[in-house]
């Protein structure tokens, strides 16, 4: 039987973190995979998080099956981080997943049972496992422009012109904020007029938010979601918890559907349940009441906040102290839109070649695609960078 397989495609985000890991350089600079890592170039336990494991492991008496949706709590936590009161909770329907992925896995799932015909449209570039998974479940796509070459920002006129030519009924999926993989983001007036455009057409939106409090802050970075969220019937909404509350191994996320009405509500429960039976029966629960535990306690929020602030403070440090030093060896602003960009990314907007050229003369691992992960960065090493950019002729 296993003699019929054929290797797969790799994902080159994973491909690119097992050459950082055989690289024997001493000085190489880790760009690549979507990870968190301080100054030390660790990526540490929050203290909230240590905090809020230390009651559990001392406060849980059972590790019996929670429900098949997860937590309840885990939800209304949830529900109200992201979704803040922008629709009435008798309309959402919600379950815990294995991470955003498997949150992403789960709506493309539905939508398939809900809307077999349906083309999910995706911006153009986009985080690769989204076309992955969507050519894995056999559904059809389509792309939206969406970056700029130019400018480095969002291709909007694009955008709108490519949107134009989504058909009724179908989905079109949207990064909650800081776009993976380019930085770049809609500004809400622009949000506004694809909300518009989108109600005309009669599509389905979905949100993948990912990065919330990685941005402009929590309560901004989730305003477009919750524009989306009140403008429509029906919504997806997948978030994970993986990088604001540093739990990526934990596979912790949530899938919440917006809905019609109570009725609607109670059938779109029933078939997220179904699918999580399906898949993986029920979904994982330690990181699910880690984020419970946090979110509901006030002091263990403000402290997890304070955190969060902090880790966005520094990249957002990263992203001027880059563009300044850039702007010094070249004399001009042409790469100020690193300081603007937002999240985790920045696409430096370079050739495939120029990427592998600073991987091999200068130890700097990014993606293909030349998105870079800022975070990886750090006072030391910005200098490098900005240098080691300059003499490849960025
Ligand atoms: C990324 O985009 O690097 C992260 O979301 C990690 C991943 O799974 O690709």
Redesign the pocket.
């Known amino acids: 039987m296993l003699e019929n397989l054929s290797a797969q495609p790799a994902?080159k985000?994973?491909a690119l973190m097992a050459t950082y890991k055989a690289d024997p350089r001493t000085d190489k600079v880790d760009l690549g995979?979507?990870?968190y890592k301080d100054a030390t170039g660790n990526t540490p336990v929050m203290r909230a998080v240590k905090e809020a494991e230390r009651r559990i492991i001392a406060d849980q008496t059972t590790k019996a099956y929670t429900g098949l949706a997860g937590d309840p709590e885990f939800s209304a936590v949830m529900k109200d981080l992201v979704l803040g009161d922008s629709v009435p909770n008798e309309r959402v329907a919600a379950i815990a997943t294995p991470g955003g992925?498997g949150a992403i896995r789960q709506a493309l799932e539905l939508i398939r049972l809900a809307a077999p015909k349906a083309t999910v449209w995706l911006s153009n570039p986009t985080?690769p496992?989204h076309p992955s998974i969507i050519k894995y479940l056999g559904m059809k796509m389509a792309e939206y422009r969406y970056f700029d070459n130019d400018t480095r920002g969002v291709d909007f006129n694009g955008m709108i012109a490519d949107l134009e030519k989504v058909a009724e009924g179908d989905v079109v999926l949207l990064h909650g904020c800081c776009h993976?993989?380019t930085g770049a983001n809609l500004t809400y007036g622009q949000m506004e007029q694809v909300i518009g455009l989108m109600r005309k057409k009669g599509a389905v939106p979905f949100v993948d938010i990912?990065y919330q409090g990685f941005g402009d802050g929590l309560a901004d970075d989730a305003k477009a979601t919750r524009q989306i969220a009140s403008s429509f019937e029906n919504c997806l909404i997948a978030a994970s918890c993986s990088k604001n509350f540093g739990i990526y191994r934990e596979r912790t996320g949530i899938l919440m559907a917006v809905t019609k009405d109570a009725d609607q509500q109670a059938l779109t429960q029933q078939n997220l349940s179904f699918l999580n039976r399906q898949n993986y029966s029920f979904p994982p629960d330690h990181g699910a009441r880690v984020v419970t535990t946090i979110l509901k306690d006030p002091a263990l929020r403000a402290e997890w906040e304070a955190e969060l602030e902090q880790t966005r403070n520094g990249m957002l440090a990263l992203r001027q102290q880059l563009a300044d030093e850039l702007k010094r060896l070249t004399n001009s602003d042409r790469f100020d839109f690193l300081a603007h960009h937002r999240g985790m990314f920045s696409r430096l907007g370079t050739t495939p070649e120029v990427v592998e050229k600073l991987r091999a003369d200068h130890g700097i691992y990014m993606v293909s695609d030349s998105r870079m992960n800022i975070a990886g960065l750090n006072a030391e090493t910005v200098p490098v960078l900005a240098r080691a950019i300059v003499a490849a002729g960025v």
Request: aromatic share 8%.
């Open positions: 994902d985000i994973l995979v979507g990870v992925t985080w496992n993976n993989p990912a």
